[in-house]
């Protein structure tokens, strides 16, 4: 288990490092080209929102901006206008999802926020855990039907089964010395 959970801390350290990469590039583009910057962003594999000084959502890539609540209390979002940048994580256990933010100030005061969703611990280890199951459960059921293989024991083809080497009569040992 103790090596699952390195790897799961590598595999969300990696995403966690992917997603801050990306968001220094979304706030290149925003403080070169303004907001006009976001249309031209068709992927929609990292949720992106733009949040004023006071919290009103200005742009999000998968939500209508105009109907979102205000993100000023978001913890990331609070720390992003405080030091220039934040994270947070939430759970979502009903779905069985971790969501990573990333917020990032931009030069006009506004918040960068990019979101990445992936499966937690749990949703991944049974994501794992199916298929070698599988070739287990295949390994005993072809095991169970093949039987035994057929050999006997370590003999060559060659070697007739019987007791072993034959011992013919032995003749009594003949001492030198007479009684």
Known sequence: ??????????????????????????AQGLNTGGEDYL??????????TL???????????TADAGQMENHLEREEIQE???????????VSETLSQETFYYAILLENGM??????????VWALLLTVLQPAAMVVIAALVLGAISGPSGRQGHRGA??????????????????SRRC
Not at 52 to 60: A, I, S
Not at 81 to 87: A, E
């Open 1 to 26: 288990m103790c090596c699952w959970a390195l790897f799961y801390d590598n595999y969300v350290g990696r995403a966690e490092q992917s997603l801050r990469t990306e968001a220094a590039f979304v």
């Open 39 to 48: 249309l031209g962003l068709t992927d929609r594999s990292r949720r992106i």
């Open 51 to 61: 949040v004023d000084q006071d919290g009103t959502v200005r742009y999000d890539n």
């Open 80 to 90: 992003a206008l405080s030091t220039g940048s934040g994270q947070s994580r939430r």
């Open 111 to 120: 918040v960068l926020r990019l979101a990445a969703t992936q499966s937690s």
């Open 158 to 175: 060659h070697q007739q089964p019987g007791p072993g080497p034959a011992r013919g009569r032995q003749k009594p040992m003949r001492s």
